[in-house]
Every structure is written in structure tokens, then in C-alpha cells.
Nanobody, 121 residues
Framework: EAQLVESGGGSVQAGGSLRLSCAAS????????MGWFRQTPGKEREGVAV???????RYADSVKGRFTISQDNAKNTVYLQMNSLKAEDTAMYYC???????????????WGQGTQVTVSS
């Protein structure tokens, strides 16, 4: 699958915003769906948002209305705009290539290395 490299993580205050980027390289499958997952120490990795080839999206209930996933096919890049950040959003965020637009780990075909997001309150 495609090699995925995340960027844009960092530390922000609660209520702030951050935009994550995921650049895909190599030879990704054109039909692949893309998504973002996150994980905190001691917890299972969970789905945050996914987007398919038609730009249809799906979000975890915890981020609906605050996060927006998008993609730029020309740049082969996926983004995650995070607004109104909360302390509970603190986690390592991973970009992923999926075989189906589901917010579950079993749908993931390839992972990025992750980028840390820390929200202080």
C-alpha cells in the first residue's frame, strides 16, 4: 500500500484549532479510502474520520461538528481540520489507507507513523 506520512501535530490550548496532513507516496490503490485514527496510552486505537473516493465522509460521534476530513487528489494528500479542540482529543493521530470506509481498525490496510496532538485545558 501507499507510504503515509503525517504532519501538523503539536500542542494547543482547549478551544484552539489544528490541521493534520497526510501525504501518500508510492503506488496507492485508486479505490482506497483514507482515514484518521487516534490512540492514547492504555487504550485501543479508535477511528476518528474516513473519506472515500467520492468525498463521502463519516465521523466518530465524539468529533462530529468539530473535525472535518478532506482530500486533495492532485497532491495525493488527506487532511483533518480539528476545531474547538478539547483535552480529551489529546492522542497520537494516525493516517490510514482503508479497504472500506469504516471507523474500525480491521478495515485498515496501511498505517502512517503518527503525529502527536496535545490539548491543554
Amino acid at each position: 500500500e501507499a507510504q503515509l506520512v503525517e504532519s501538523g501535530g503539536g500542542s494547543v490550548q482547549a478551544g484552539g484549532s489544528l490541521r493534520l496532513s497526510c501525504a501518500a507516496s508510492g503506488n496507492p490503490y485508486s479505490a482506497n479510502c483514507m482515514g484518521w485514527f487516534r490512540q492514547t496510552p492504555g487504550k485501543e486505537r479508535e477511528g476518528v474520520a474516513v473519506i472515500d473516493s467520492a468525498d463521502s465522509t463519516r465521523y466518530a460521534d465524539s468529533v462530529k461538528g468539530r473535525f472535518t476530513i478532506s482530500q486533495d487528489n492532485a497532491k495525493n494528500t488527506v487532511y483533518l481540520q480539528m476545531n474547538s479542540l478539547k483535552a480529551e482529543d489529546t492522542a497520537m493521530y494516525y493516517c490510514a489507507a482503508l479497504g472500506w470506509p469504516r471507523l474500525t481498525v480491521d478495515a485498515v490496510l496501511n498505517w502512517g507513523q503518527g503525529t502527536q496532538v496535545t490539548v491543554s485545558s
